[in-house]
């Protein structure tokens, strides 16, 4: 059995790889897929975000363990989604008018892709029925509600209720159900962490009785993300959407300790100077490995895990090693991302290693704004 503990990063020949380089474990990868089944009790649940993995590969291993339900952030993710073959895709972003057209575009492009986005606003809600409606085809929505996020979505309740009503009766425009994004709840306990995420979801449960009284069917609810998604998975005709469990990072594994994903990508780098006692330079700026957190809090070093970071800039990260330390130029280190989404963005491709063997390239394709359309 896989776990997070001993040497399983180990390269062989990793000479054969410029640093820095992003660096991919498929059998872990595999592995992540079969733990959120083993979650989520199946498949029919799952929703995955694929902003995180933004690759074909990723894609298809979902895809050859059983899942066929999909949610991105991007058109161009959505795009890799079509060209993998998926069958329901959820944009989860409401459209202006110039992404409207290449949403439109892909609709067309990919007849055998099931795609819908959000929507939050009866402005929105008419731009979408009218051009689909000119474009003779018709979109599928789910309503956005803002559940504590404060980011996008509207209150559930009243208003939304008139916004769900009022969607139903346009042309052009198919009401899929409600969207539902609680990344606002991090709580490292998992009681405190339900106990808040089911407060946050009460009135989502409200609306979803009182459409239900007024005739229409129980609405389907898509929510949820890494530190929640497994309790709205006991939901009623509900979805629930992770995306990092397909890499994991450092930052979820210290803070969602009920969750046993593995690490599954990491980024390696190498000592480039010893600028001074105590003080190593190695290749990992900010535009290798993400820099959002505070500088204590973008990386671990697998195998050297007393290293900290003094200082980040585009192209070096100057790290302590403390006064007696070995390191000279040219050493490797082995380095996961406290975040791990952003990161793989900033790479064109992944070296995948099997059995400690350079087994090939992913291509990173959908960290692209687009790819065809």
Wanted: hydrophobic share 40%; net charge neutral; aromatic share 8%.
């Amino acid at each position: 059995m896989m776990d997070n503990s001993g040497e399983w990063y180990r390269i062989k020949q990793p000479e054969k790889i410029d640093s820095p380089a992003l660096i991919l474990y498929p059998e872990r990868i595999k592995e992540n897929i079969n733990t959120l089944k083993r979650m989520v009790n199946g498949t029919e649940k799952i929703r995955p975000h694929v902003k995180t993995s933004k690759s074909k590969e990723a894609v298809m291993l979902m895809m050859e363990a059983g899942i066929k339900k999909f949610k991105c952030a991007t058109i161009a993710e959505a795009e890799m989604l079509a060209i993998c073959g998926a069958p329901d895709v959820l944009l989860a972003y409401q459209l202006n008018s110039t992404k409207l057209l290449r949403f439109v575009s892909l609709i067309q492009y990919y007849p055998k892709t099931s795609f819908s986005c959000l929507v939050d606003n009866i402005q929105s809600a008419k731009l979408i029925s009218s051009t689909a409606a000119t474009s003779g085809i018709v979109i599928s929505v789910f309503i956005d509600l803002n559940i504590g996020m404060n980011r996008t979505g509207i209150s559930p309740g009243n208003k939304a209720i008139d916004l769900y009503e009022t969607i139903v009766k346009l042309p052009g425009i198919k009401l899929a159900g409600l969207h539902a994004y609680d990344g606002h709840i991090h709580e490292m306990d998992l009681i405190k962490r339900t106990e808040l995420c089911n407060k946050d979801f009460t009135a989502v449960e409200e609306m979803r009785k009182v459409l239900k009284t007024k005739g229409y069917p129980m609405p389907l609810v898509v929510a949820g993300g890494s530190p929640t998604f497994s309790i709205h998975a006991q939901r009623e005709n509900s979805e629930c959407s992770p995306g990092t469990f397909i890499f994991w990072d450092k930052g979820y594994h210290d803070a969602l300790p009920e969750q046993h994903f593995l690490f599954a990508a990491l980024v390696i780098s190498r000592v480039i100077s010893i600028p001074a006692e105590g003080a190593i330079c190695i290749d990992l700026g900010h535009k290798s490995i993400a820099s959002e957190n505070e500088l204590q809090h973008r990386v671990f070093f697998l195998n050297a895990p007393h290293l900290k970071p003094i200082s980040h800039s585009e192209e070096h990260m100057v790290v302590d090693a403390g006064k007696d330390h070995s390191f000279k130029v040219g050493d490797l280190l082995y380095v996961l991302p406290i975040h791990i989404c952003p990161t793989v963005a900033l790479y064109s491709h992944a070296v995948c290693i099997e059995s400690g063997k350079i087994a090939g390239n992913w291509q990173i394709i959908a960290r692209d704004r687009q790819i065809i359309h």
